[in-house]
């Protein structure tokens, strides 16, 4: 039943967008959450709904797929463009009691209602065609230089490769220890919500005791294997940048810089 | 003898701060290169903190081991004693730390910062060597214990030890696994040269090892080749160990007044014996 859970929320593929290096896409992915905060009229956004379409068709990722992510955050969603709605002075089209509906609000709700469902959708984007392995080796290129600041870049890429790599490891323990708990009489599925959490306890403690066992017994494992943090150590798949990195890289420069103008001369 | 790994008066301790328990007491050894070595065991024979101290996870509280002339408690050379002496240990899950097989082999000589070229090279000839190259992309969780054993034993020679010590591979595999990781230590053992010290309690899998050792209460108990071992079969009984059931079989006939030699350890040399007794 556990074992169903997907990690992440990675769709192997073999499109171009999958294929782009990882550092590339969290560039793109950033240079695009920049751009979308600059467009401020309806070309603008007509033009970032373009860019995250083709990108959405070209990684032959399902569009239904895609807002099932936004499906979570759609309360919040909601509250704001509410709240743009009926807090934007300017001119009324209609009111009543003591709530006012101008243009401008109309305006502004669309518009923000657009921005973070967009923005949710393009990060979903990059996950959804970035293996989290590859996700971890890319973040880590992209911050090495804050090494030199003394940030623990390398720990911190290793922190999240390994919790990766046991995630699925733990997931069976819980679904062996659930069934041993379950031979012994305990309910997981009924109850109130304060008797579930409290159900609960007897399936974490052995959970945690064992989490800590295991990363007792993986740190020896790593020493034994002449691990020594960062330093002096090499990649055997170094990240490569390919010609079709640099033009995608290229083409969100020129997005960016087109957006830049757009806001700054309000075309 | 030209010897890998030699021991000399081993006294090893764990102190955790109200009672000292003597782990390891007065051991001495040499473990000749290239060998075989079987070191058998109960729970608690001092086995495993053997195997802890042969890379210097664990240093003696006194007494010295030294691994290709470098001395285990030498900080400084640590890292050398380490690529020096491989680990295997007894749960495949907690020493496999990438997502994906080849990896995970390349972790180890990733540490020595090695070109990734060289790496590329070693990655592909251990898991050829262990039998797992069409695995090589498949991700750990999804193997069978004795092939995330056997994928633990590459990444341990991708390293190039010179000796492995494996810390009772088989404990946590079913039958088949369990050959599986035994025929794949063997094969290392005869094919590249590598010492093999492979601790266990698995009586079965010492019968094809050039040496065993057993072990119990800290101490040495028996050494020798299996087959010569094997035969003390009072010693080993006292020790709450068994014998192979052949030998089981030959001594049970000694016993009721039929002298035959004990140092059968297949069936086929076992029948061989009683036969040419019954035919004389």
């Keep these: 039943m556990l074992r169903d859970v997907t990690l992440g929320q990675y769709f192997p593929g073999d499109t171009i967008v999958h294929r782009l290096d990882p550092r590339t896409k969290l560039t793109l992915t950033l240079i695009y959450i920049v751009a979308l905060f600059l467009a401020v009229d309806y070309f603008s956004y007509a033009v970032m ?18 807002l099932r992510g936004v499906k979570p955050l759609l309360i919040v969603i909601i509250i704001t463009g509410l709240l743009n709605l009926f807090y934007t002075k300017g001119e009324p089209i209609l009111s009543f009691w003591i709530i006012k509906i101008t243009v401008e609000g109309i305006k502004r709700a669309v518009f923000m209602i657009l921005r973070i469902v967009m923005l949710i959708m393009g990060s979903f984007l990059l996950t959804y065609t970035t293996s989290p392995v590859a996700l971890t080796d890319g973040l880590e290129s992209l911050l090495s230089p804050l090494k030199k600041l003394r940030f623990p870049v390398h720990e911190l890429a290793m922190m999240m490769s390994i919790a990766l790599r046991f995630i ?7 679904d062996k220890i659930m069934s041993a708990q379950k031979a012994r009489g305990a309910n997981f599925e009924t109850g109130n919500l304060f008797q579930r959490a409290k159900a609960l306890l007897p399936l974490l403690i052995p959970l945690f005791i064992s989490a800590f066992r295991r990363a007792d017994e993986l740190a020896v494992a790593m020493e034994s294997r002449c691990y020594n943090g960062g330093e002096g150590r090499t990649k055997m798949k170094s990240l490569h940048m390919a010609p079709r990195d640099w033009i995608a890289l290229f083409l969100g420069a020129l997005l960016l810089a087109g957006m830049i103008v757009m806001n700054v001369y309000k075309i | 003898m030209d010897s890998l790994i030699s021991i000399k008066d081993l006294i090893f301790e764990y102190d955790n701060g109200e009672t000292v328990t003597r ?11 290239g060998s075989f070595v079987a070191v058998l065991g109960h729970n608690g024979s001092g086995k495993s903190t053997l195997a802890r101290l042969l890379n210097g996870i664990l240093t003696p509280t006194s007494g010295t081991i030294l691994v290709d002339g470098i001395d285990t408690s030498d900080e400084d050379r640590i890292m050398d004693v380490r690529r020096c002496v491989g680990m295997v240990f007894q ?3 907690n020493q496999i730390v990438a997502n994906v097989v080849e990896d995970d082999v390349a972790f180890g000589p990733e540490n020595l910062g090695i070109e990734p070229k060289e790496i590329r090279q070693r990655v592909d000839e251990a898991l050829e060597a262990v039998g797992m190259t069409e695995y090589a992309e498949h991700a750990p969780h999804l193997l069978s214990g004795g092939q995330k054993q ?10 190039r030890p010179r000796c492995i010590v494996l810390d009772e591979p088989t404990a946590m595999l079913d039958p088949v696994g369990r050959e599986d990781v035994v025929n794949t230590i063997t094969a290392l053992n005869k094919r590249y040269g590598i010492t093999v010290i492979l601790i266990t309690h698995h009586m079965n899998e010492t019968i094809g090892a050039d040496r065993l050792i057993v072990m119990a209460g800290g101490k040495v108990v028996e050494d020798g080749a299996p087959r010569e071992v094997f035969t003390h079969v009072e010693n080993m009984r006292r020790f709450g160990l068994t014998v192979p059931e052949t030998t089981a079989l030959l001594y049970e006939l000694k016993n009721a ?4 030699p004990l140092d059968a350890l297949s069936v086929e040399e076992c029948a061989e014996s009683i036969y040419s007794e019954l035919s004389k």
């Design chain 1, 49 to 66: 709904i373009v860019v995250l379409a083709a990108c959405i068709i070209i990684s032959k990722i399902k569009l239904r797929v895609i």
């Design chain 1, 168 to 174: 699925p490891t733990l997931i069976e323990e819980t």
């Design chain 2, 23 to 33: 782990a390891i007491d007065g051991i001495s050894l040499e473990i000749e290169r």
């Design chain 2, 91 to 93: 749960n495949p899950d």
């Design chain 2, 150 to 159: 056997r994928v633990a034993i590459a990444g341990v020679i991708a390293m």
């Design chain 2, 257 to 260: 007044g039929i002298d035959l």
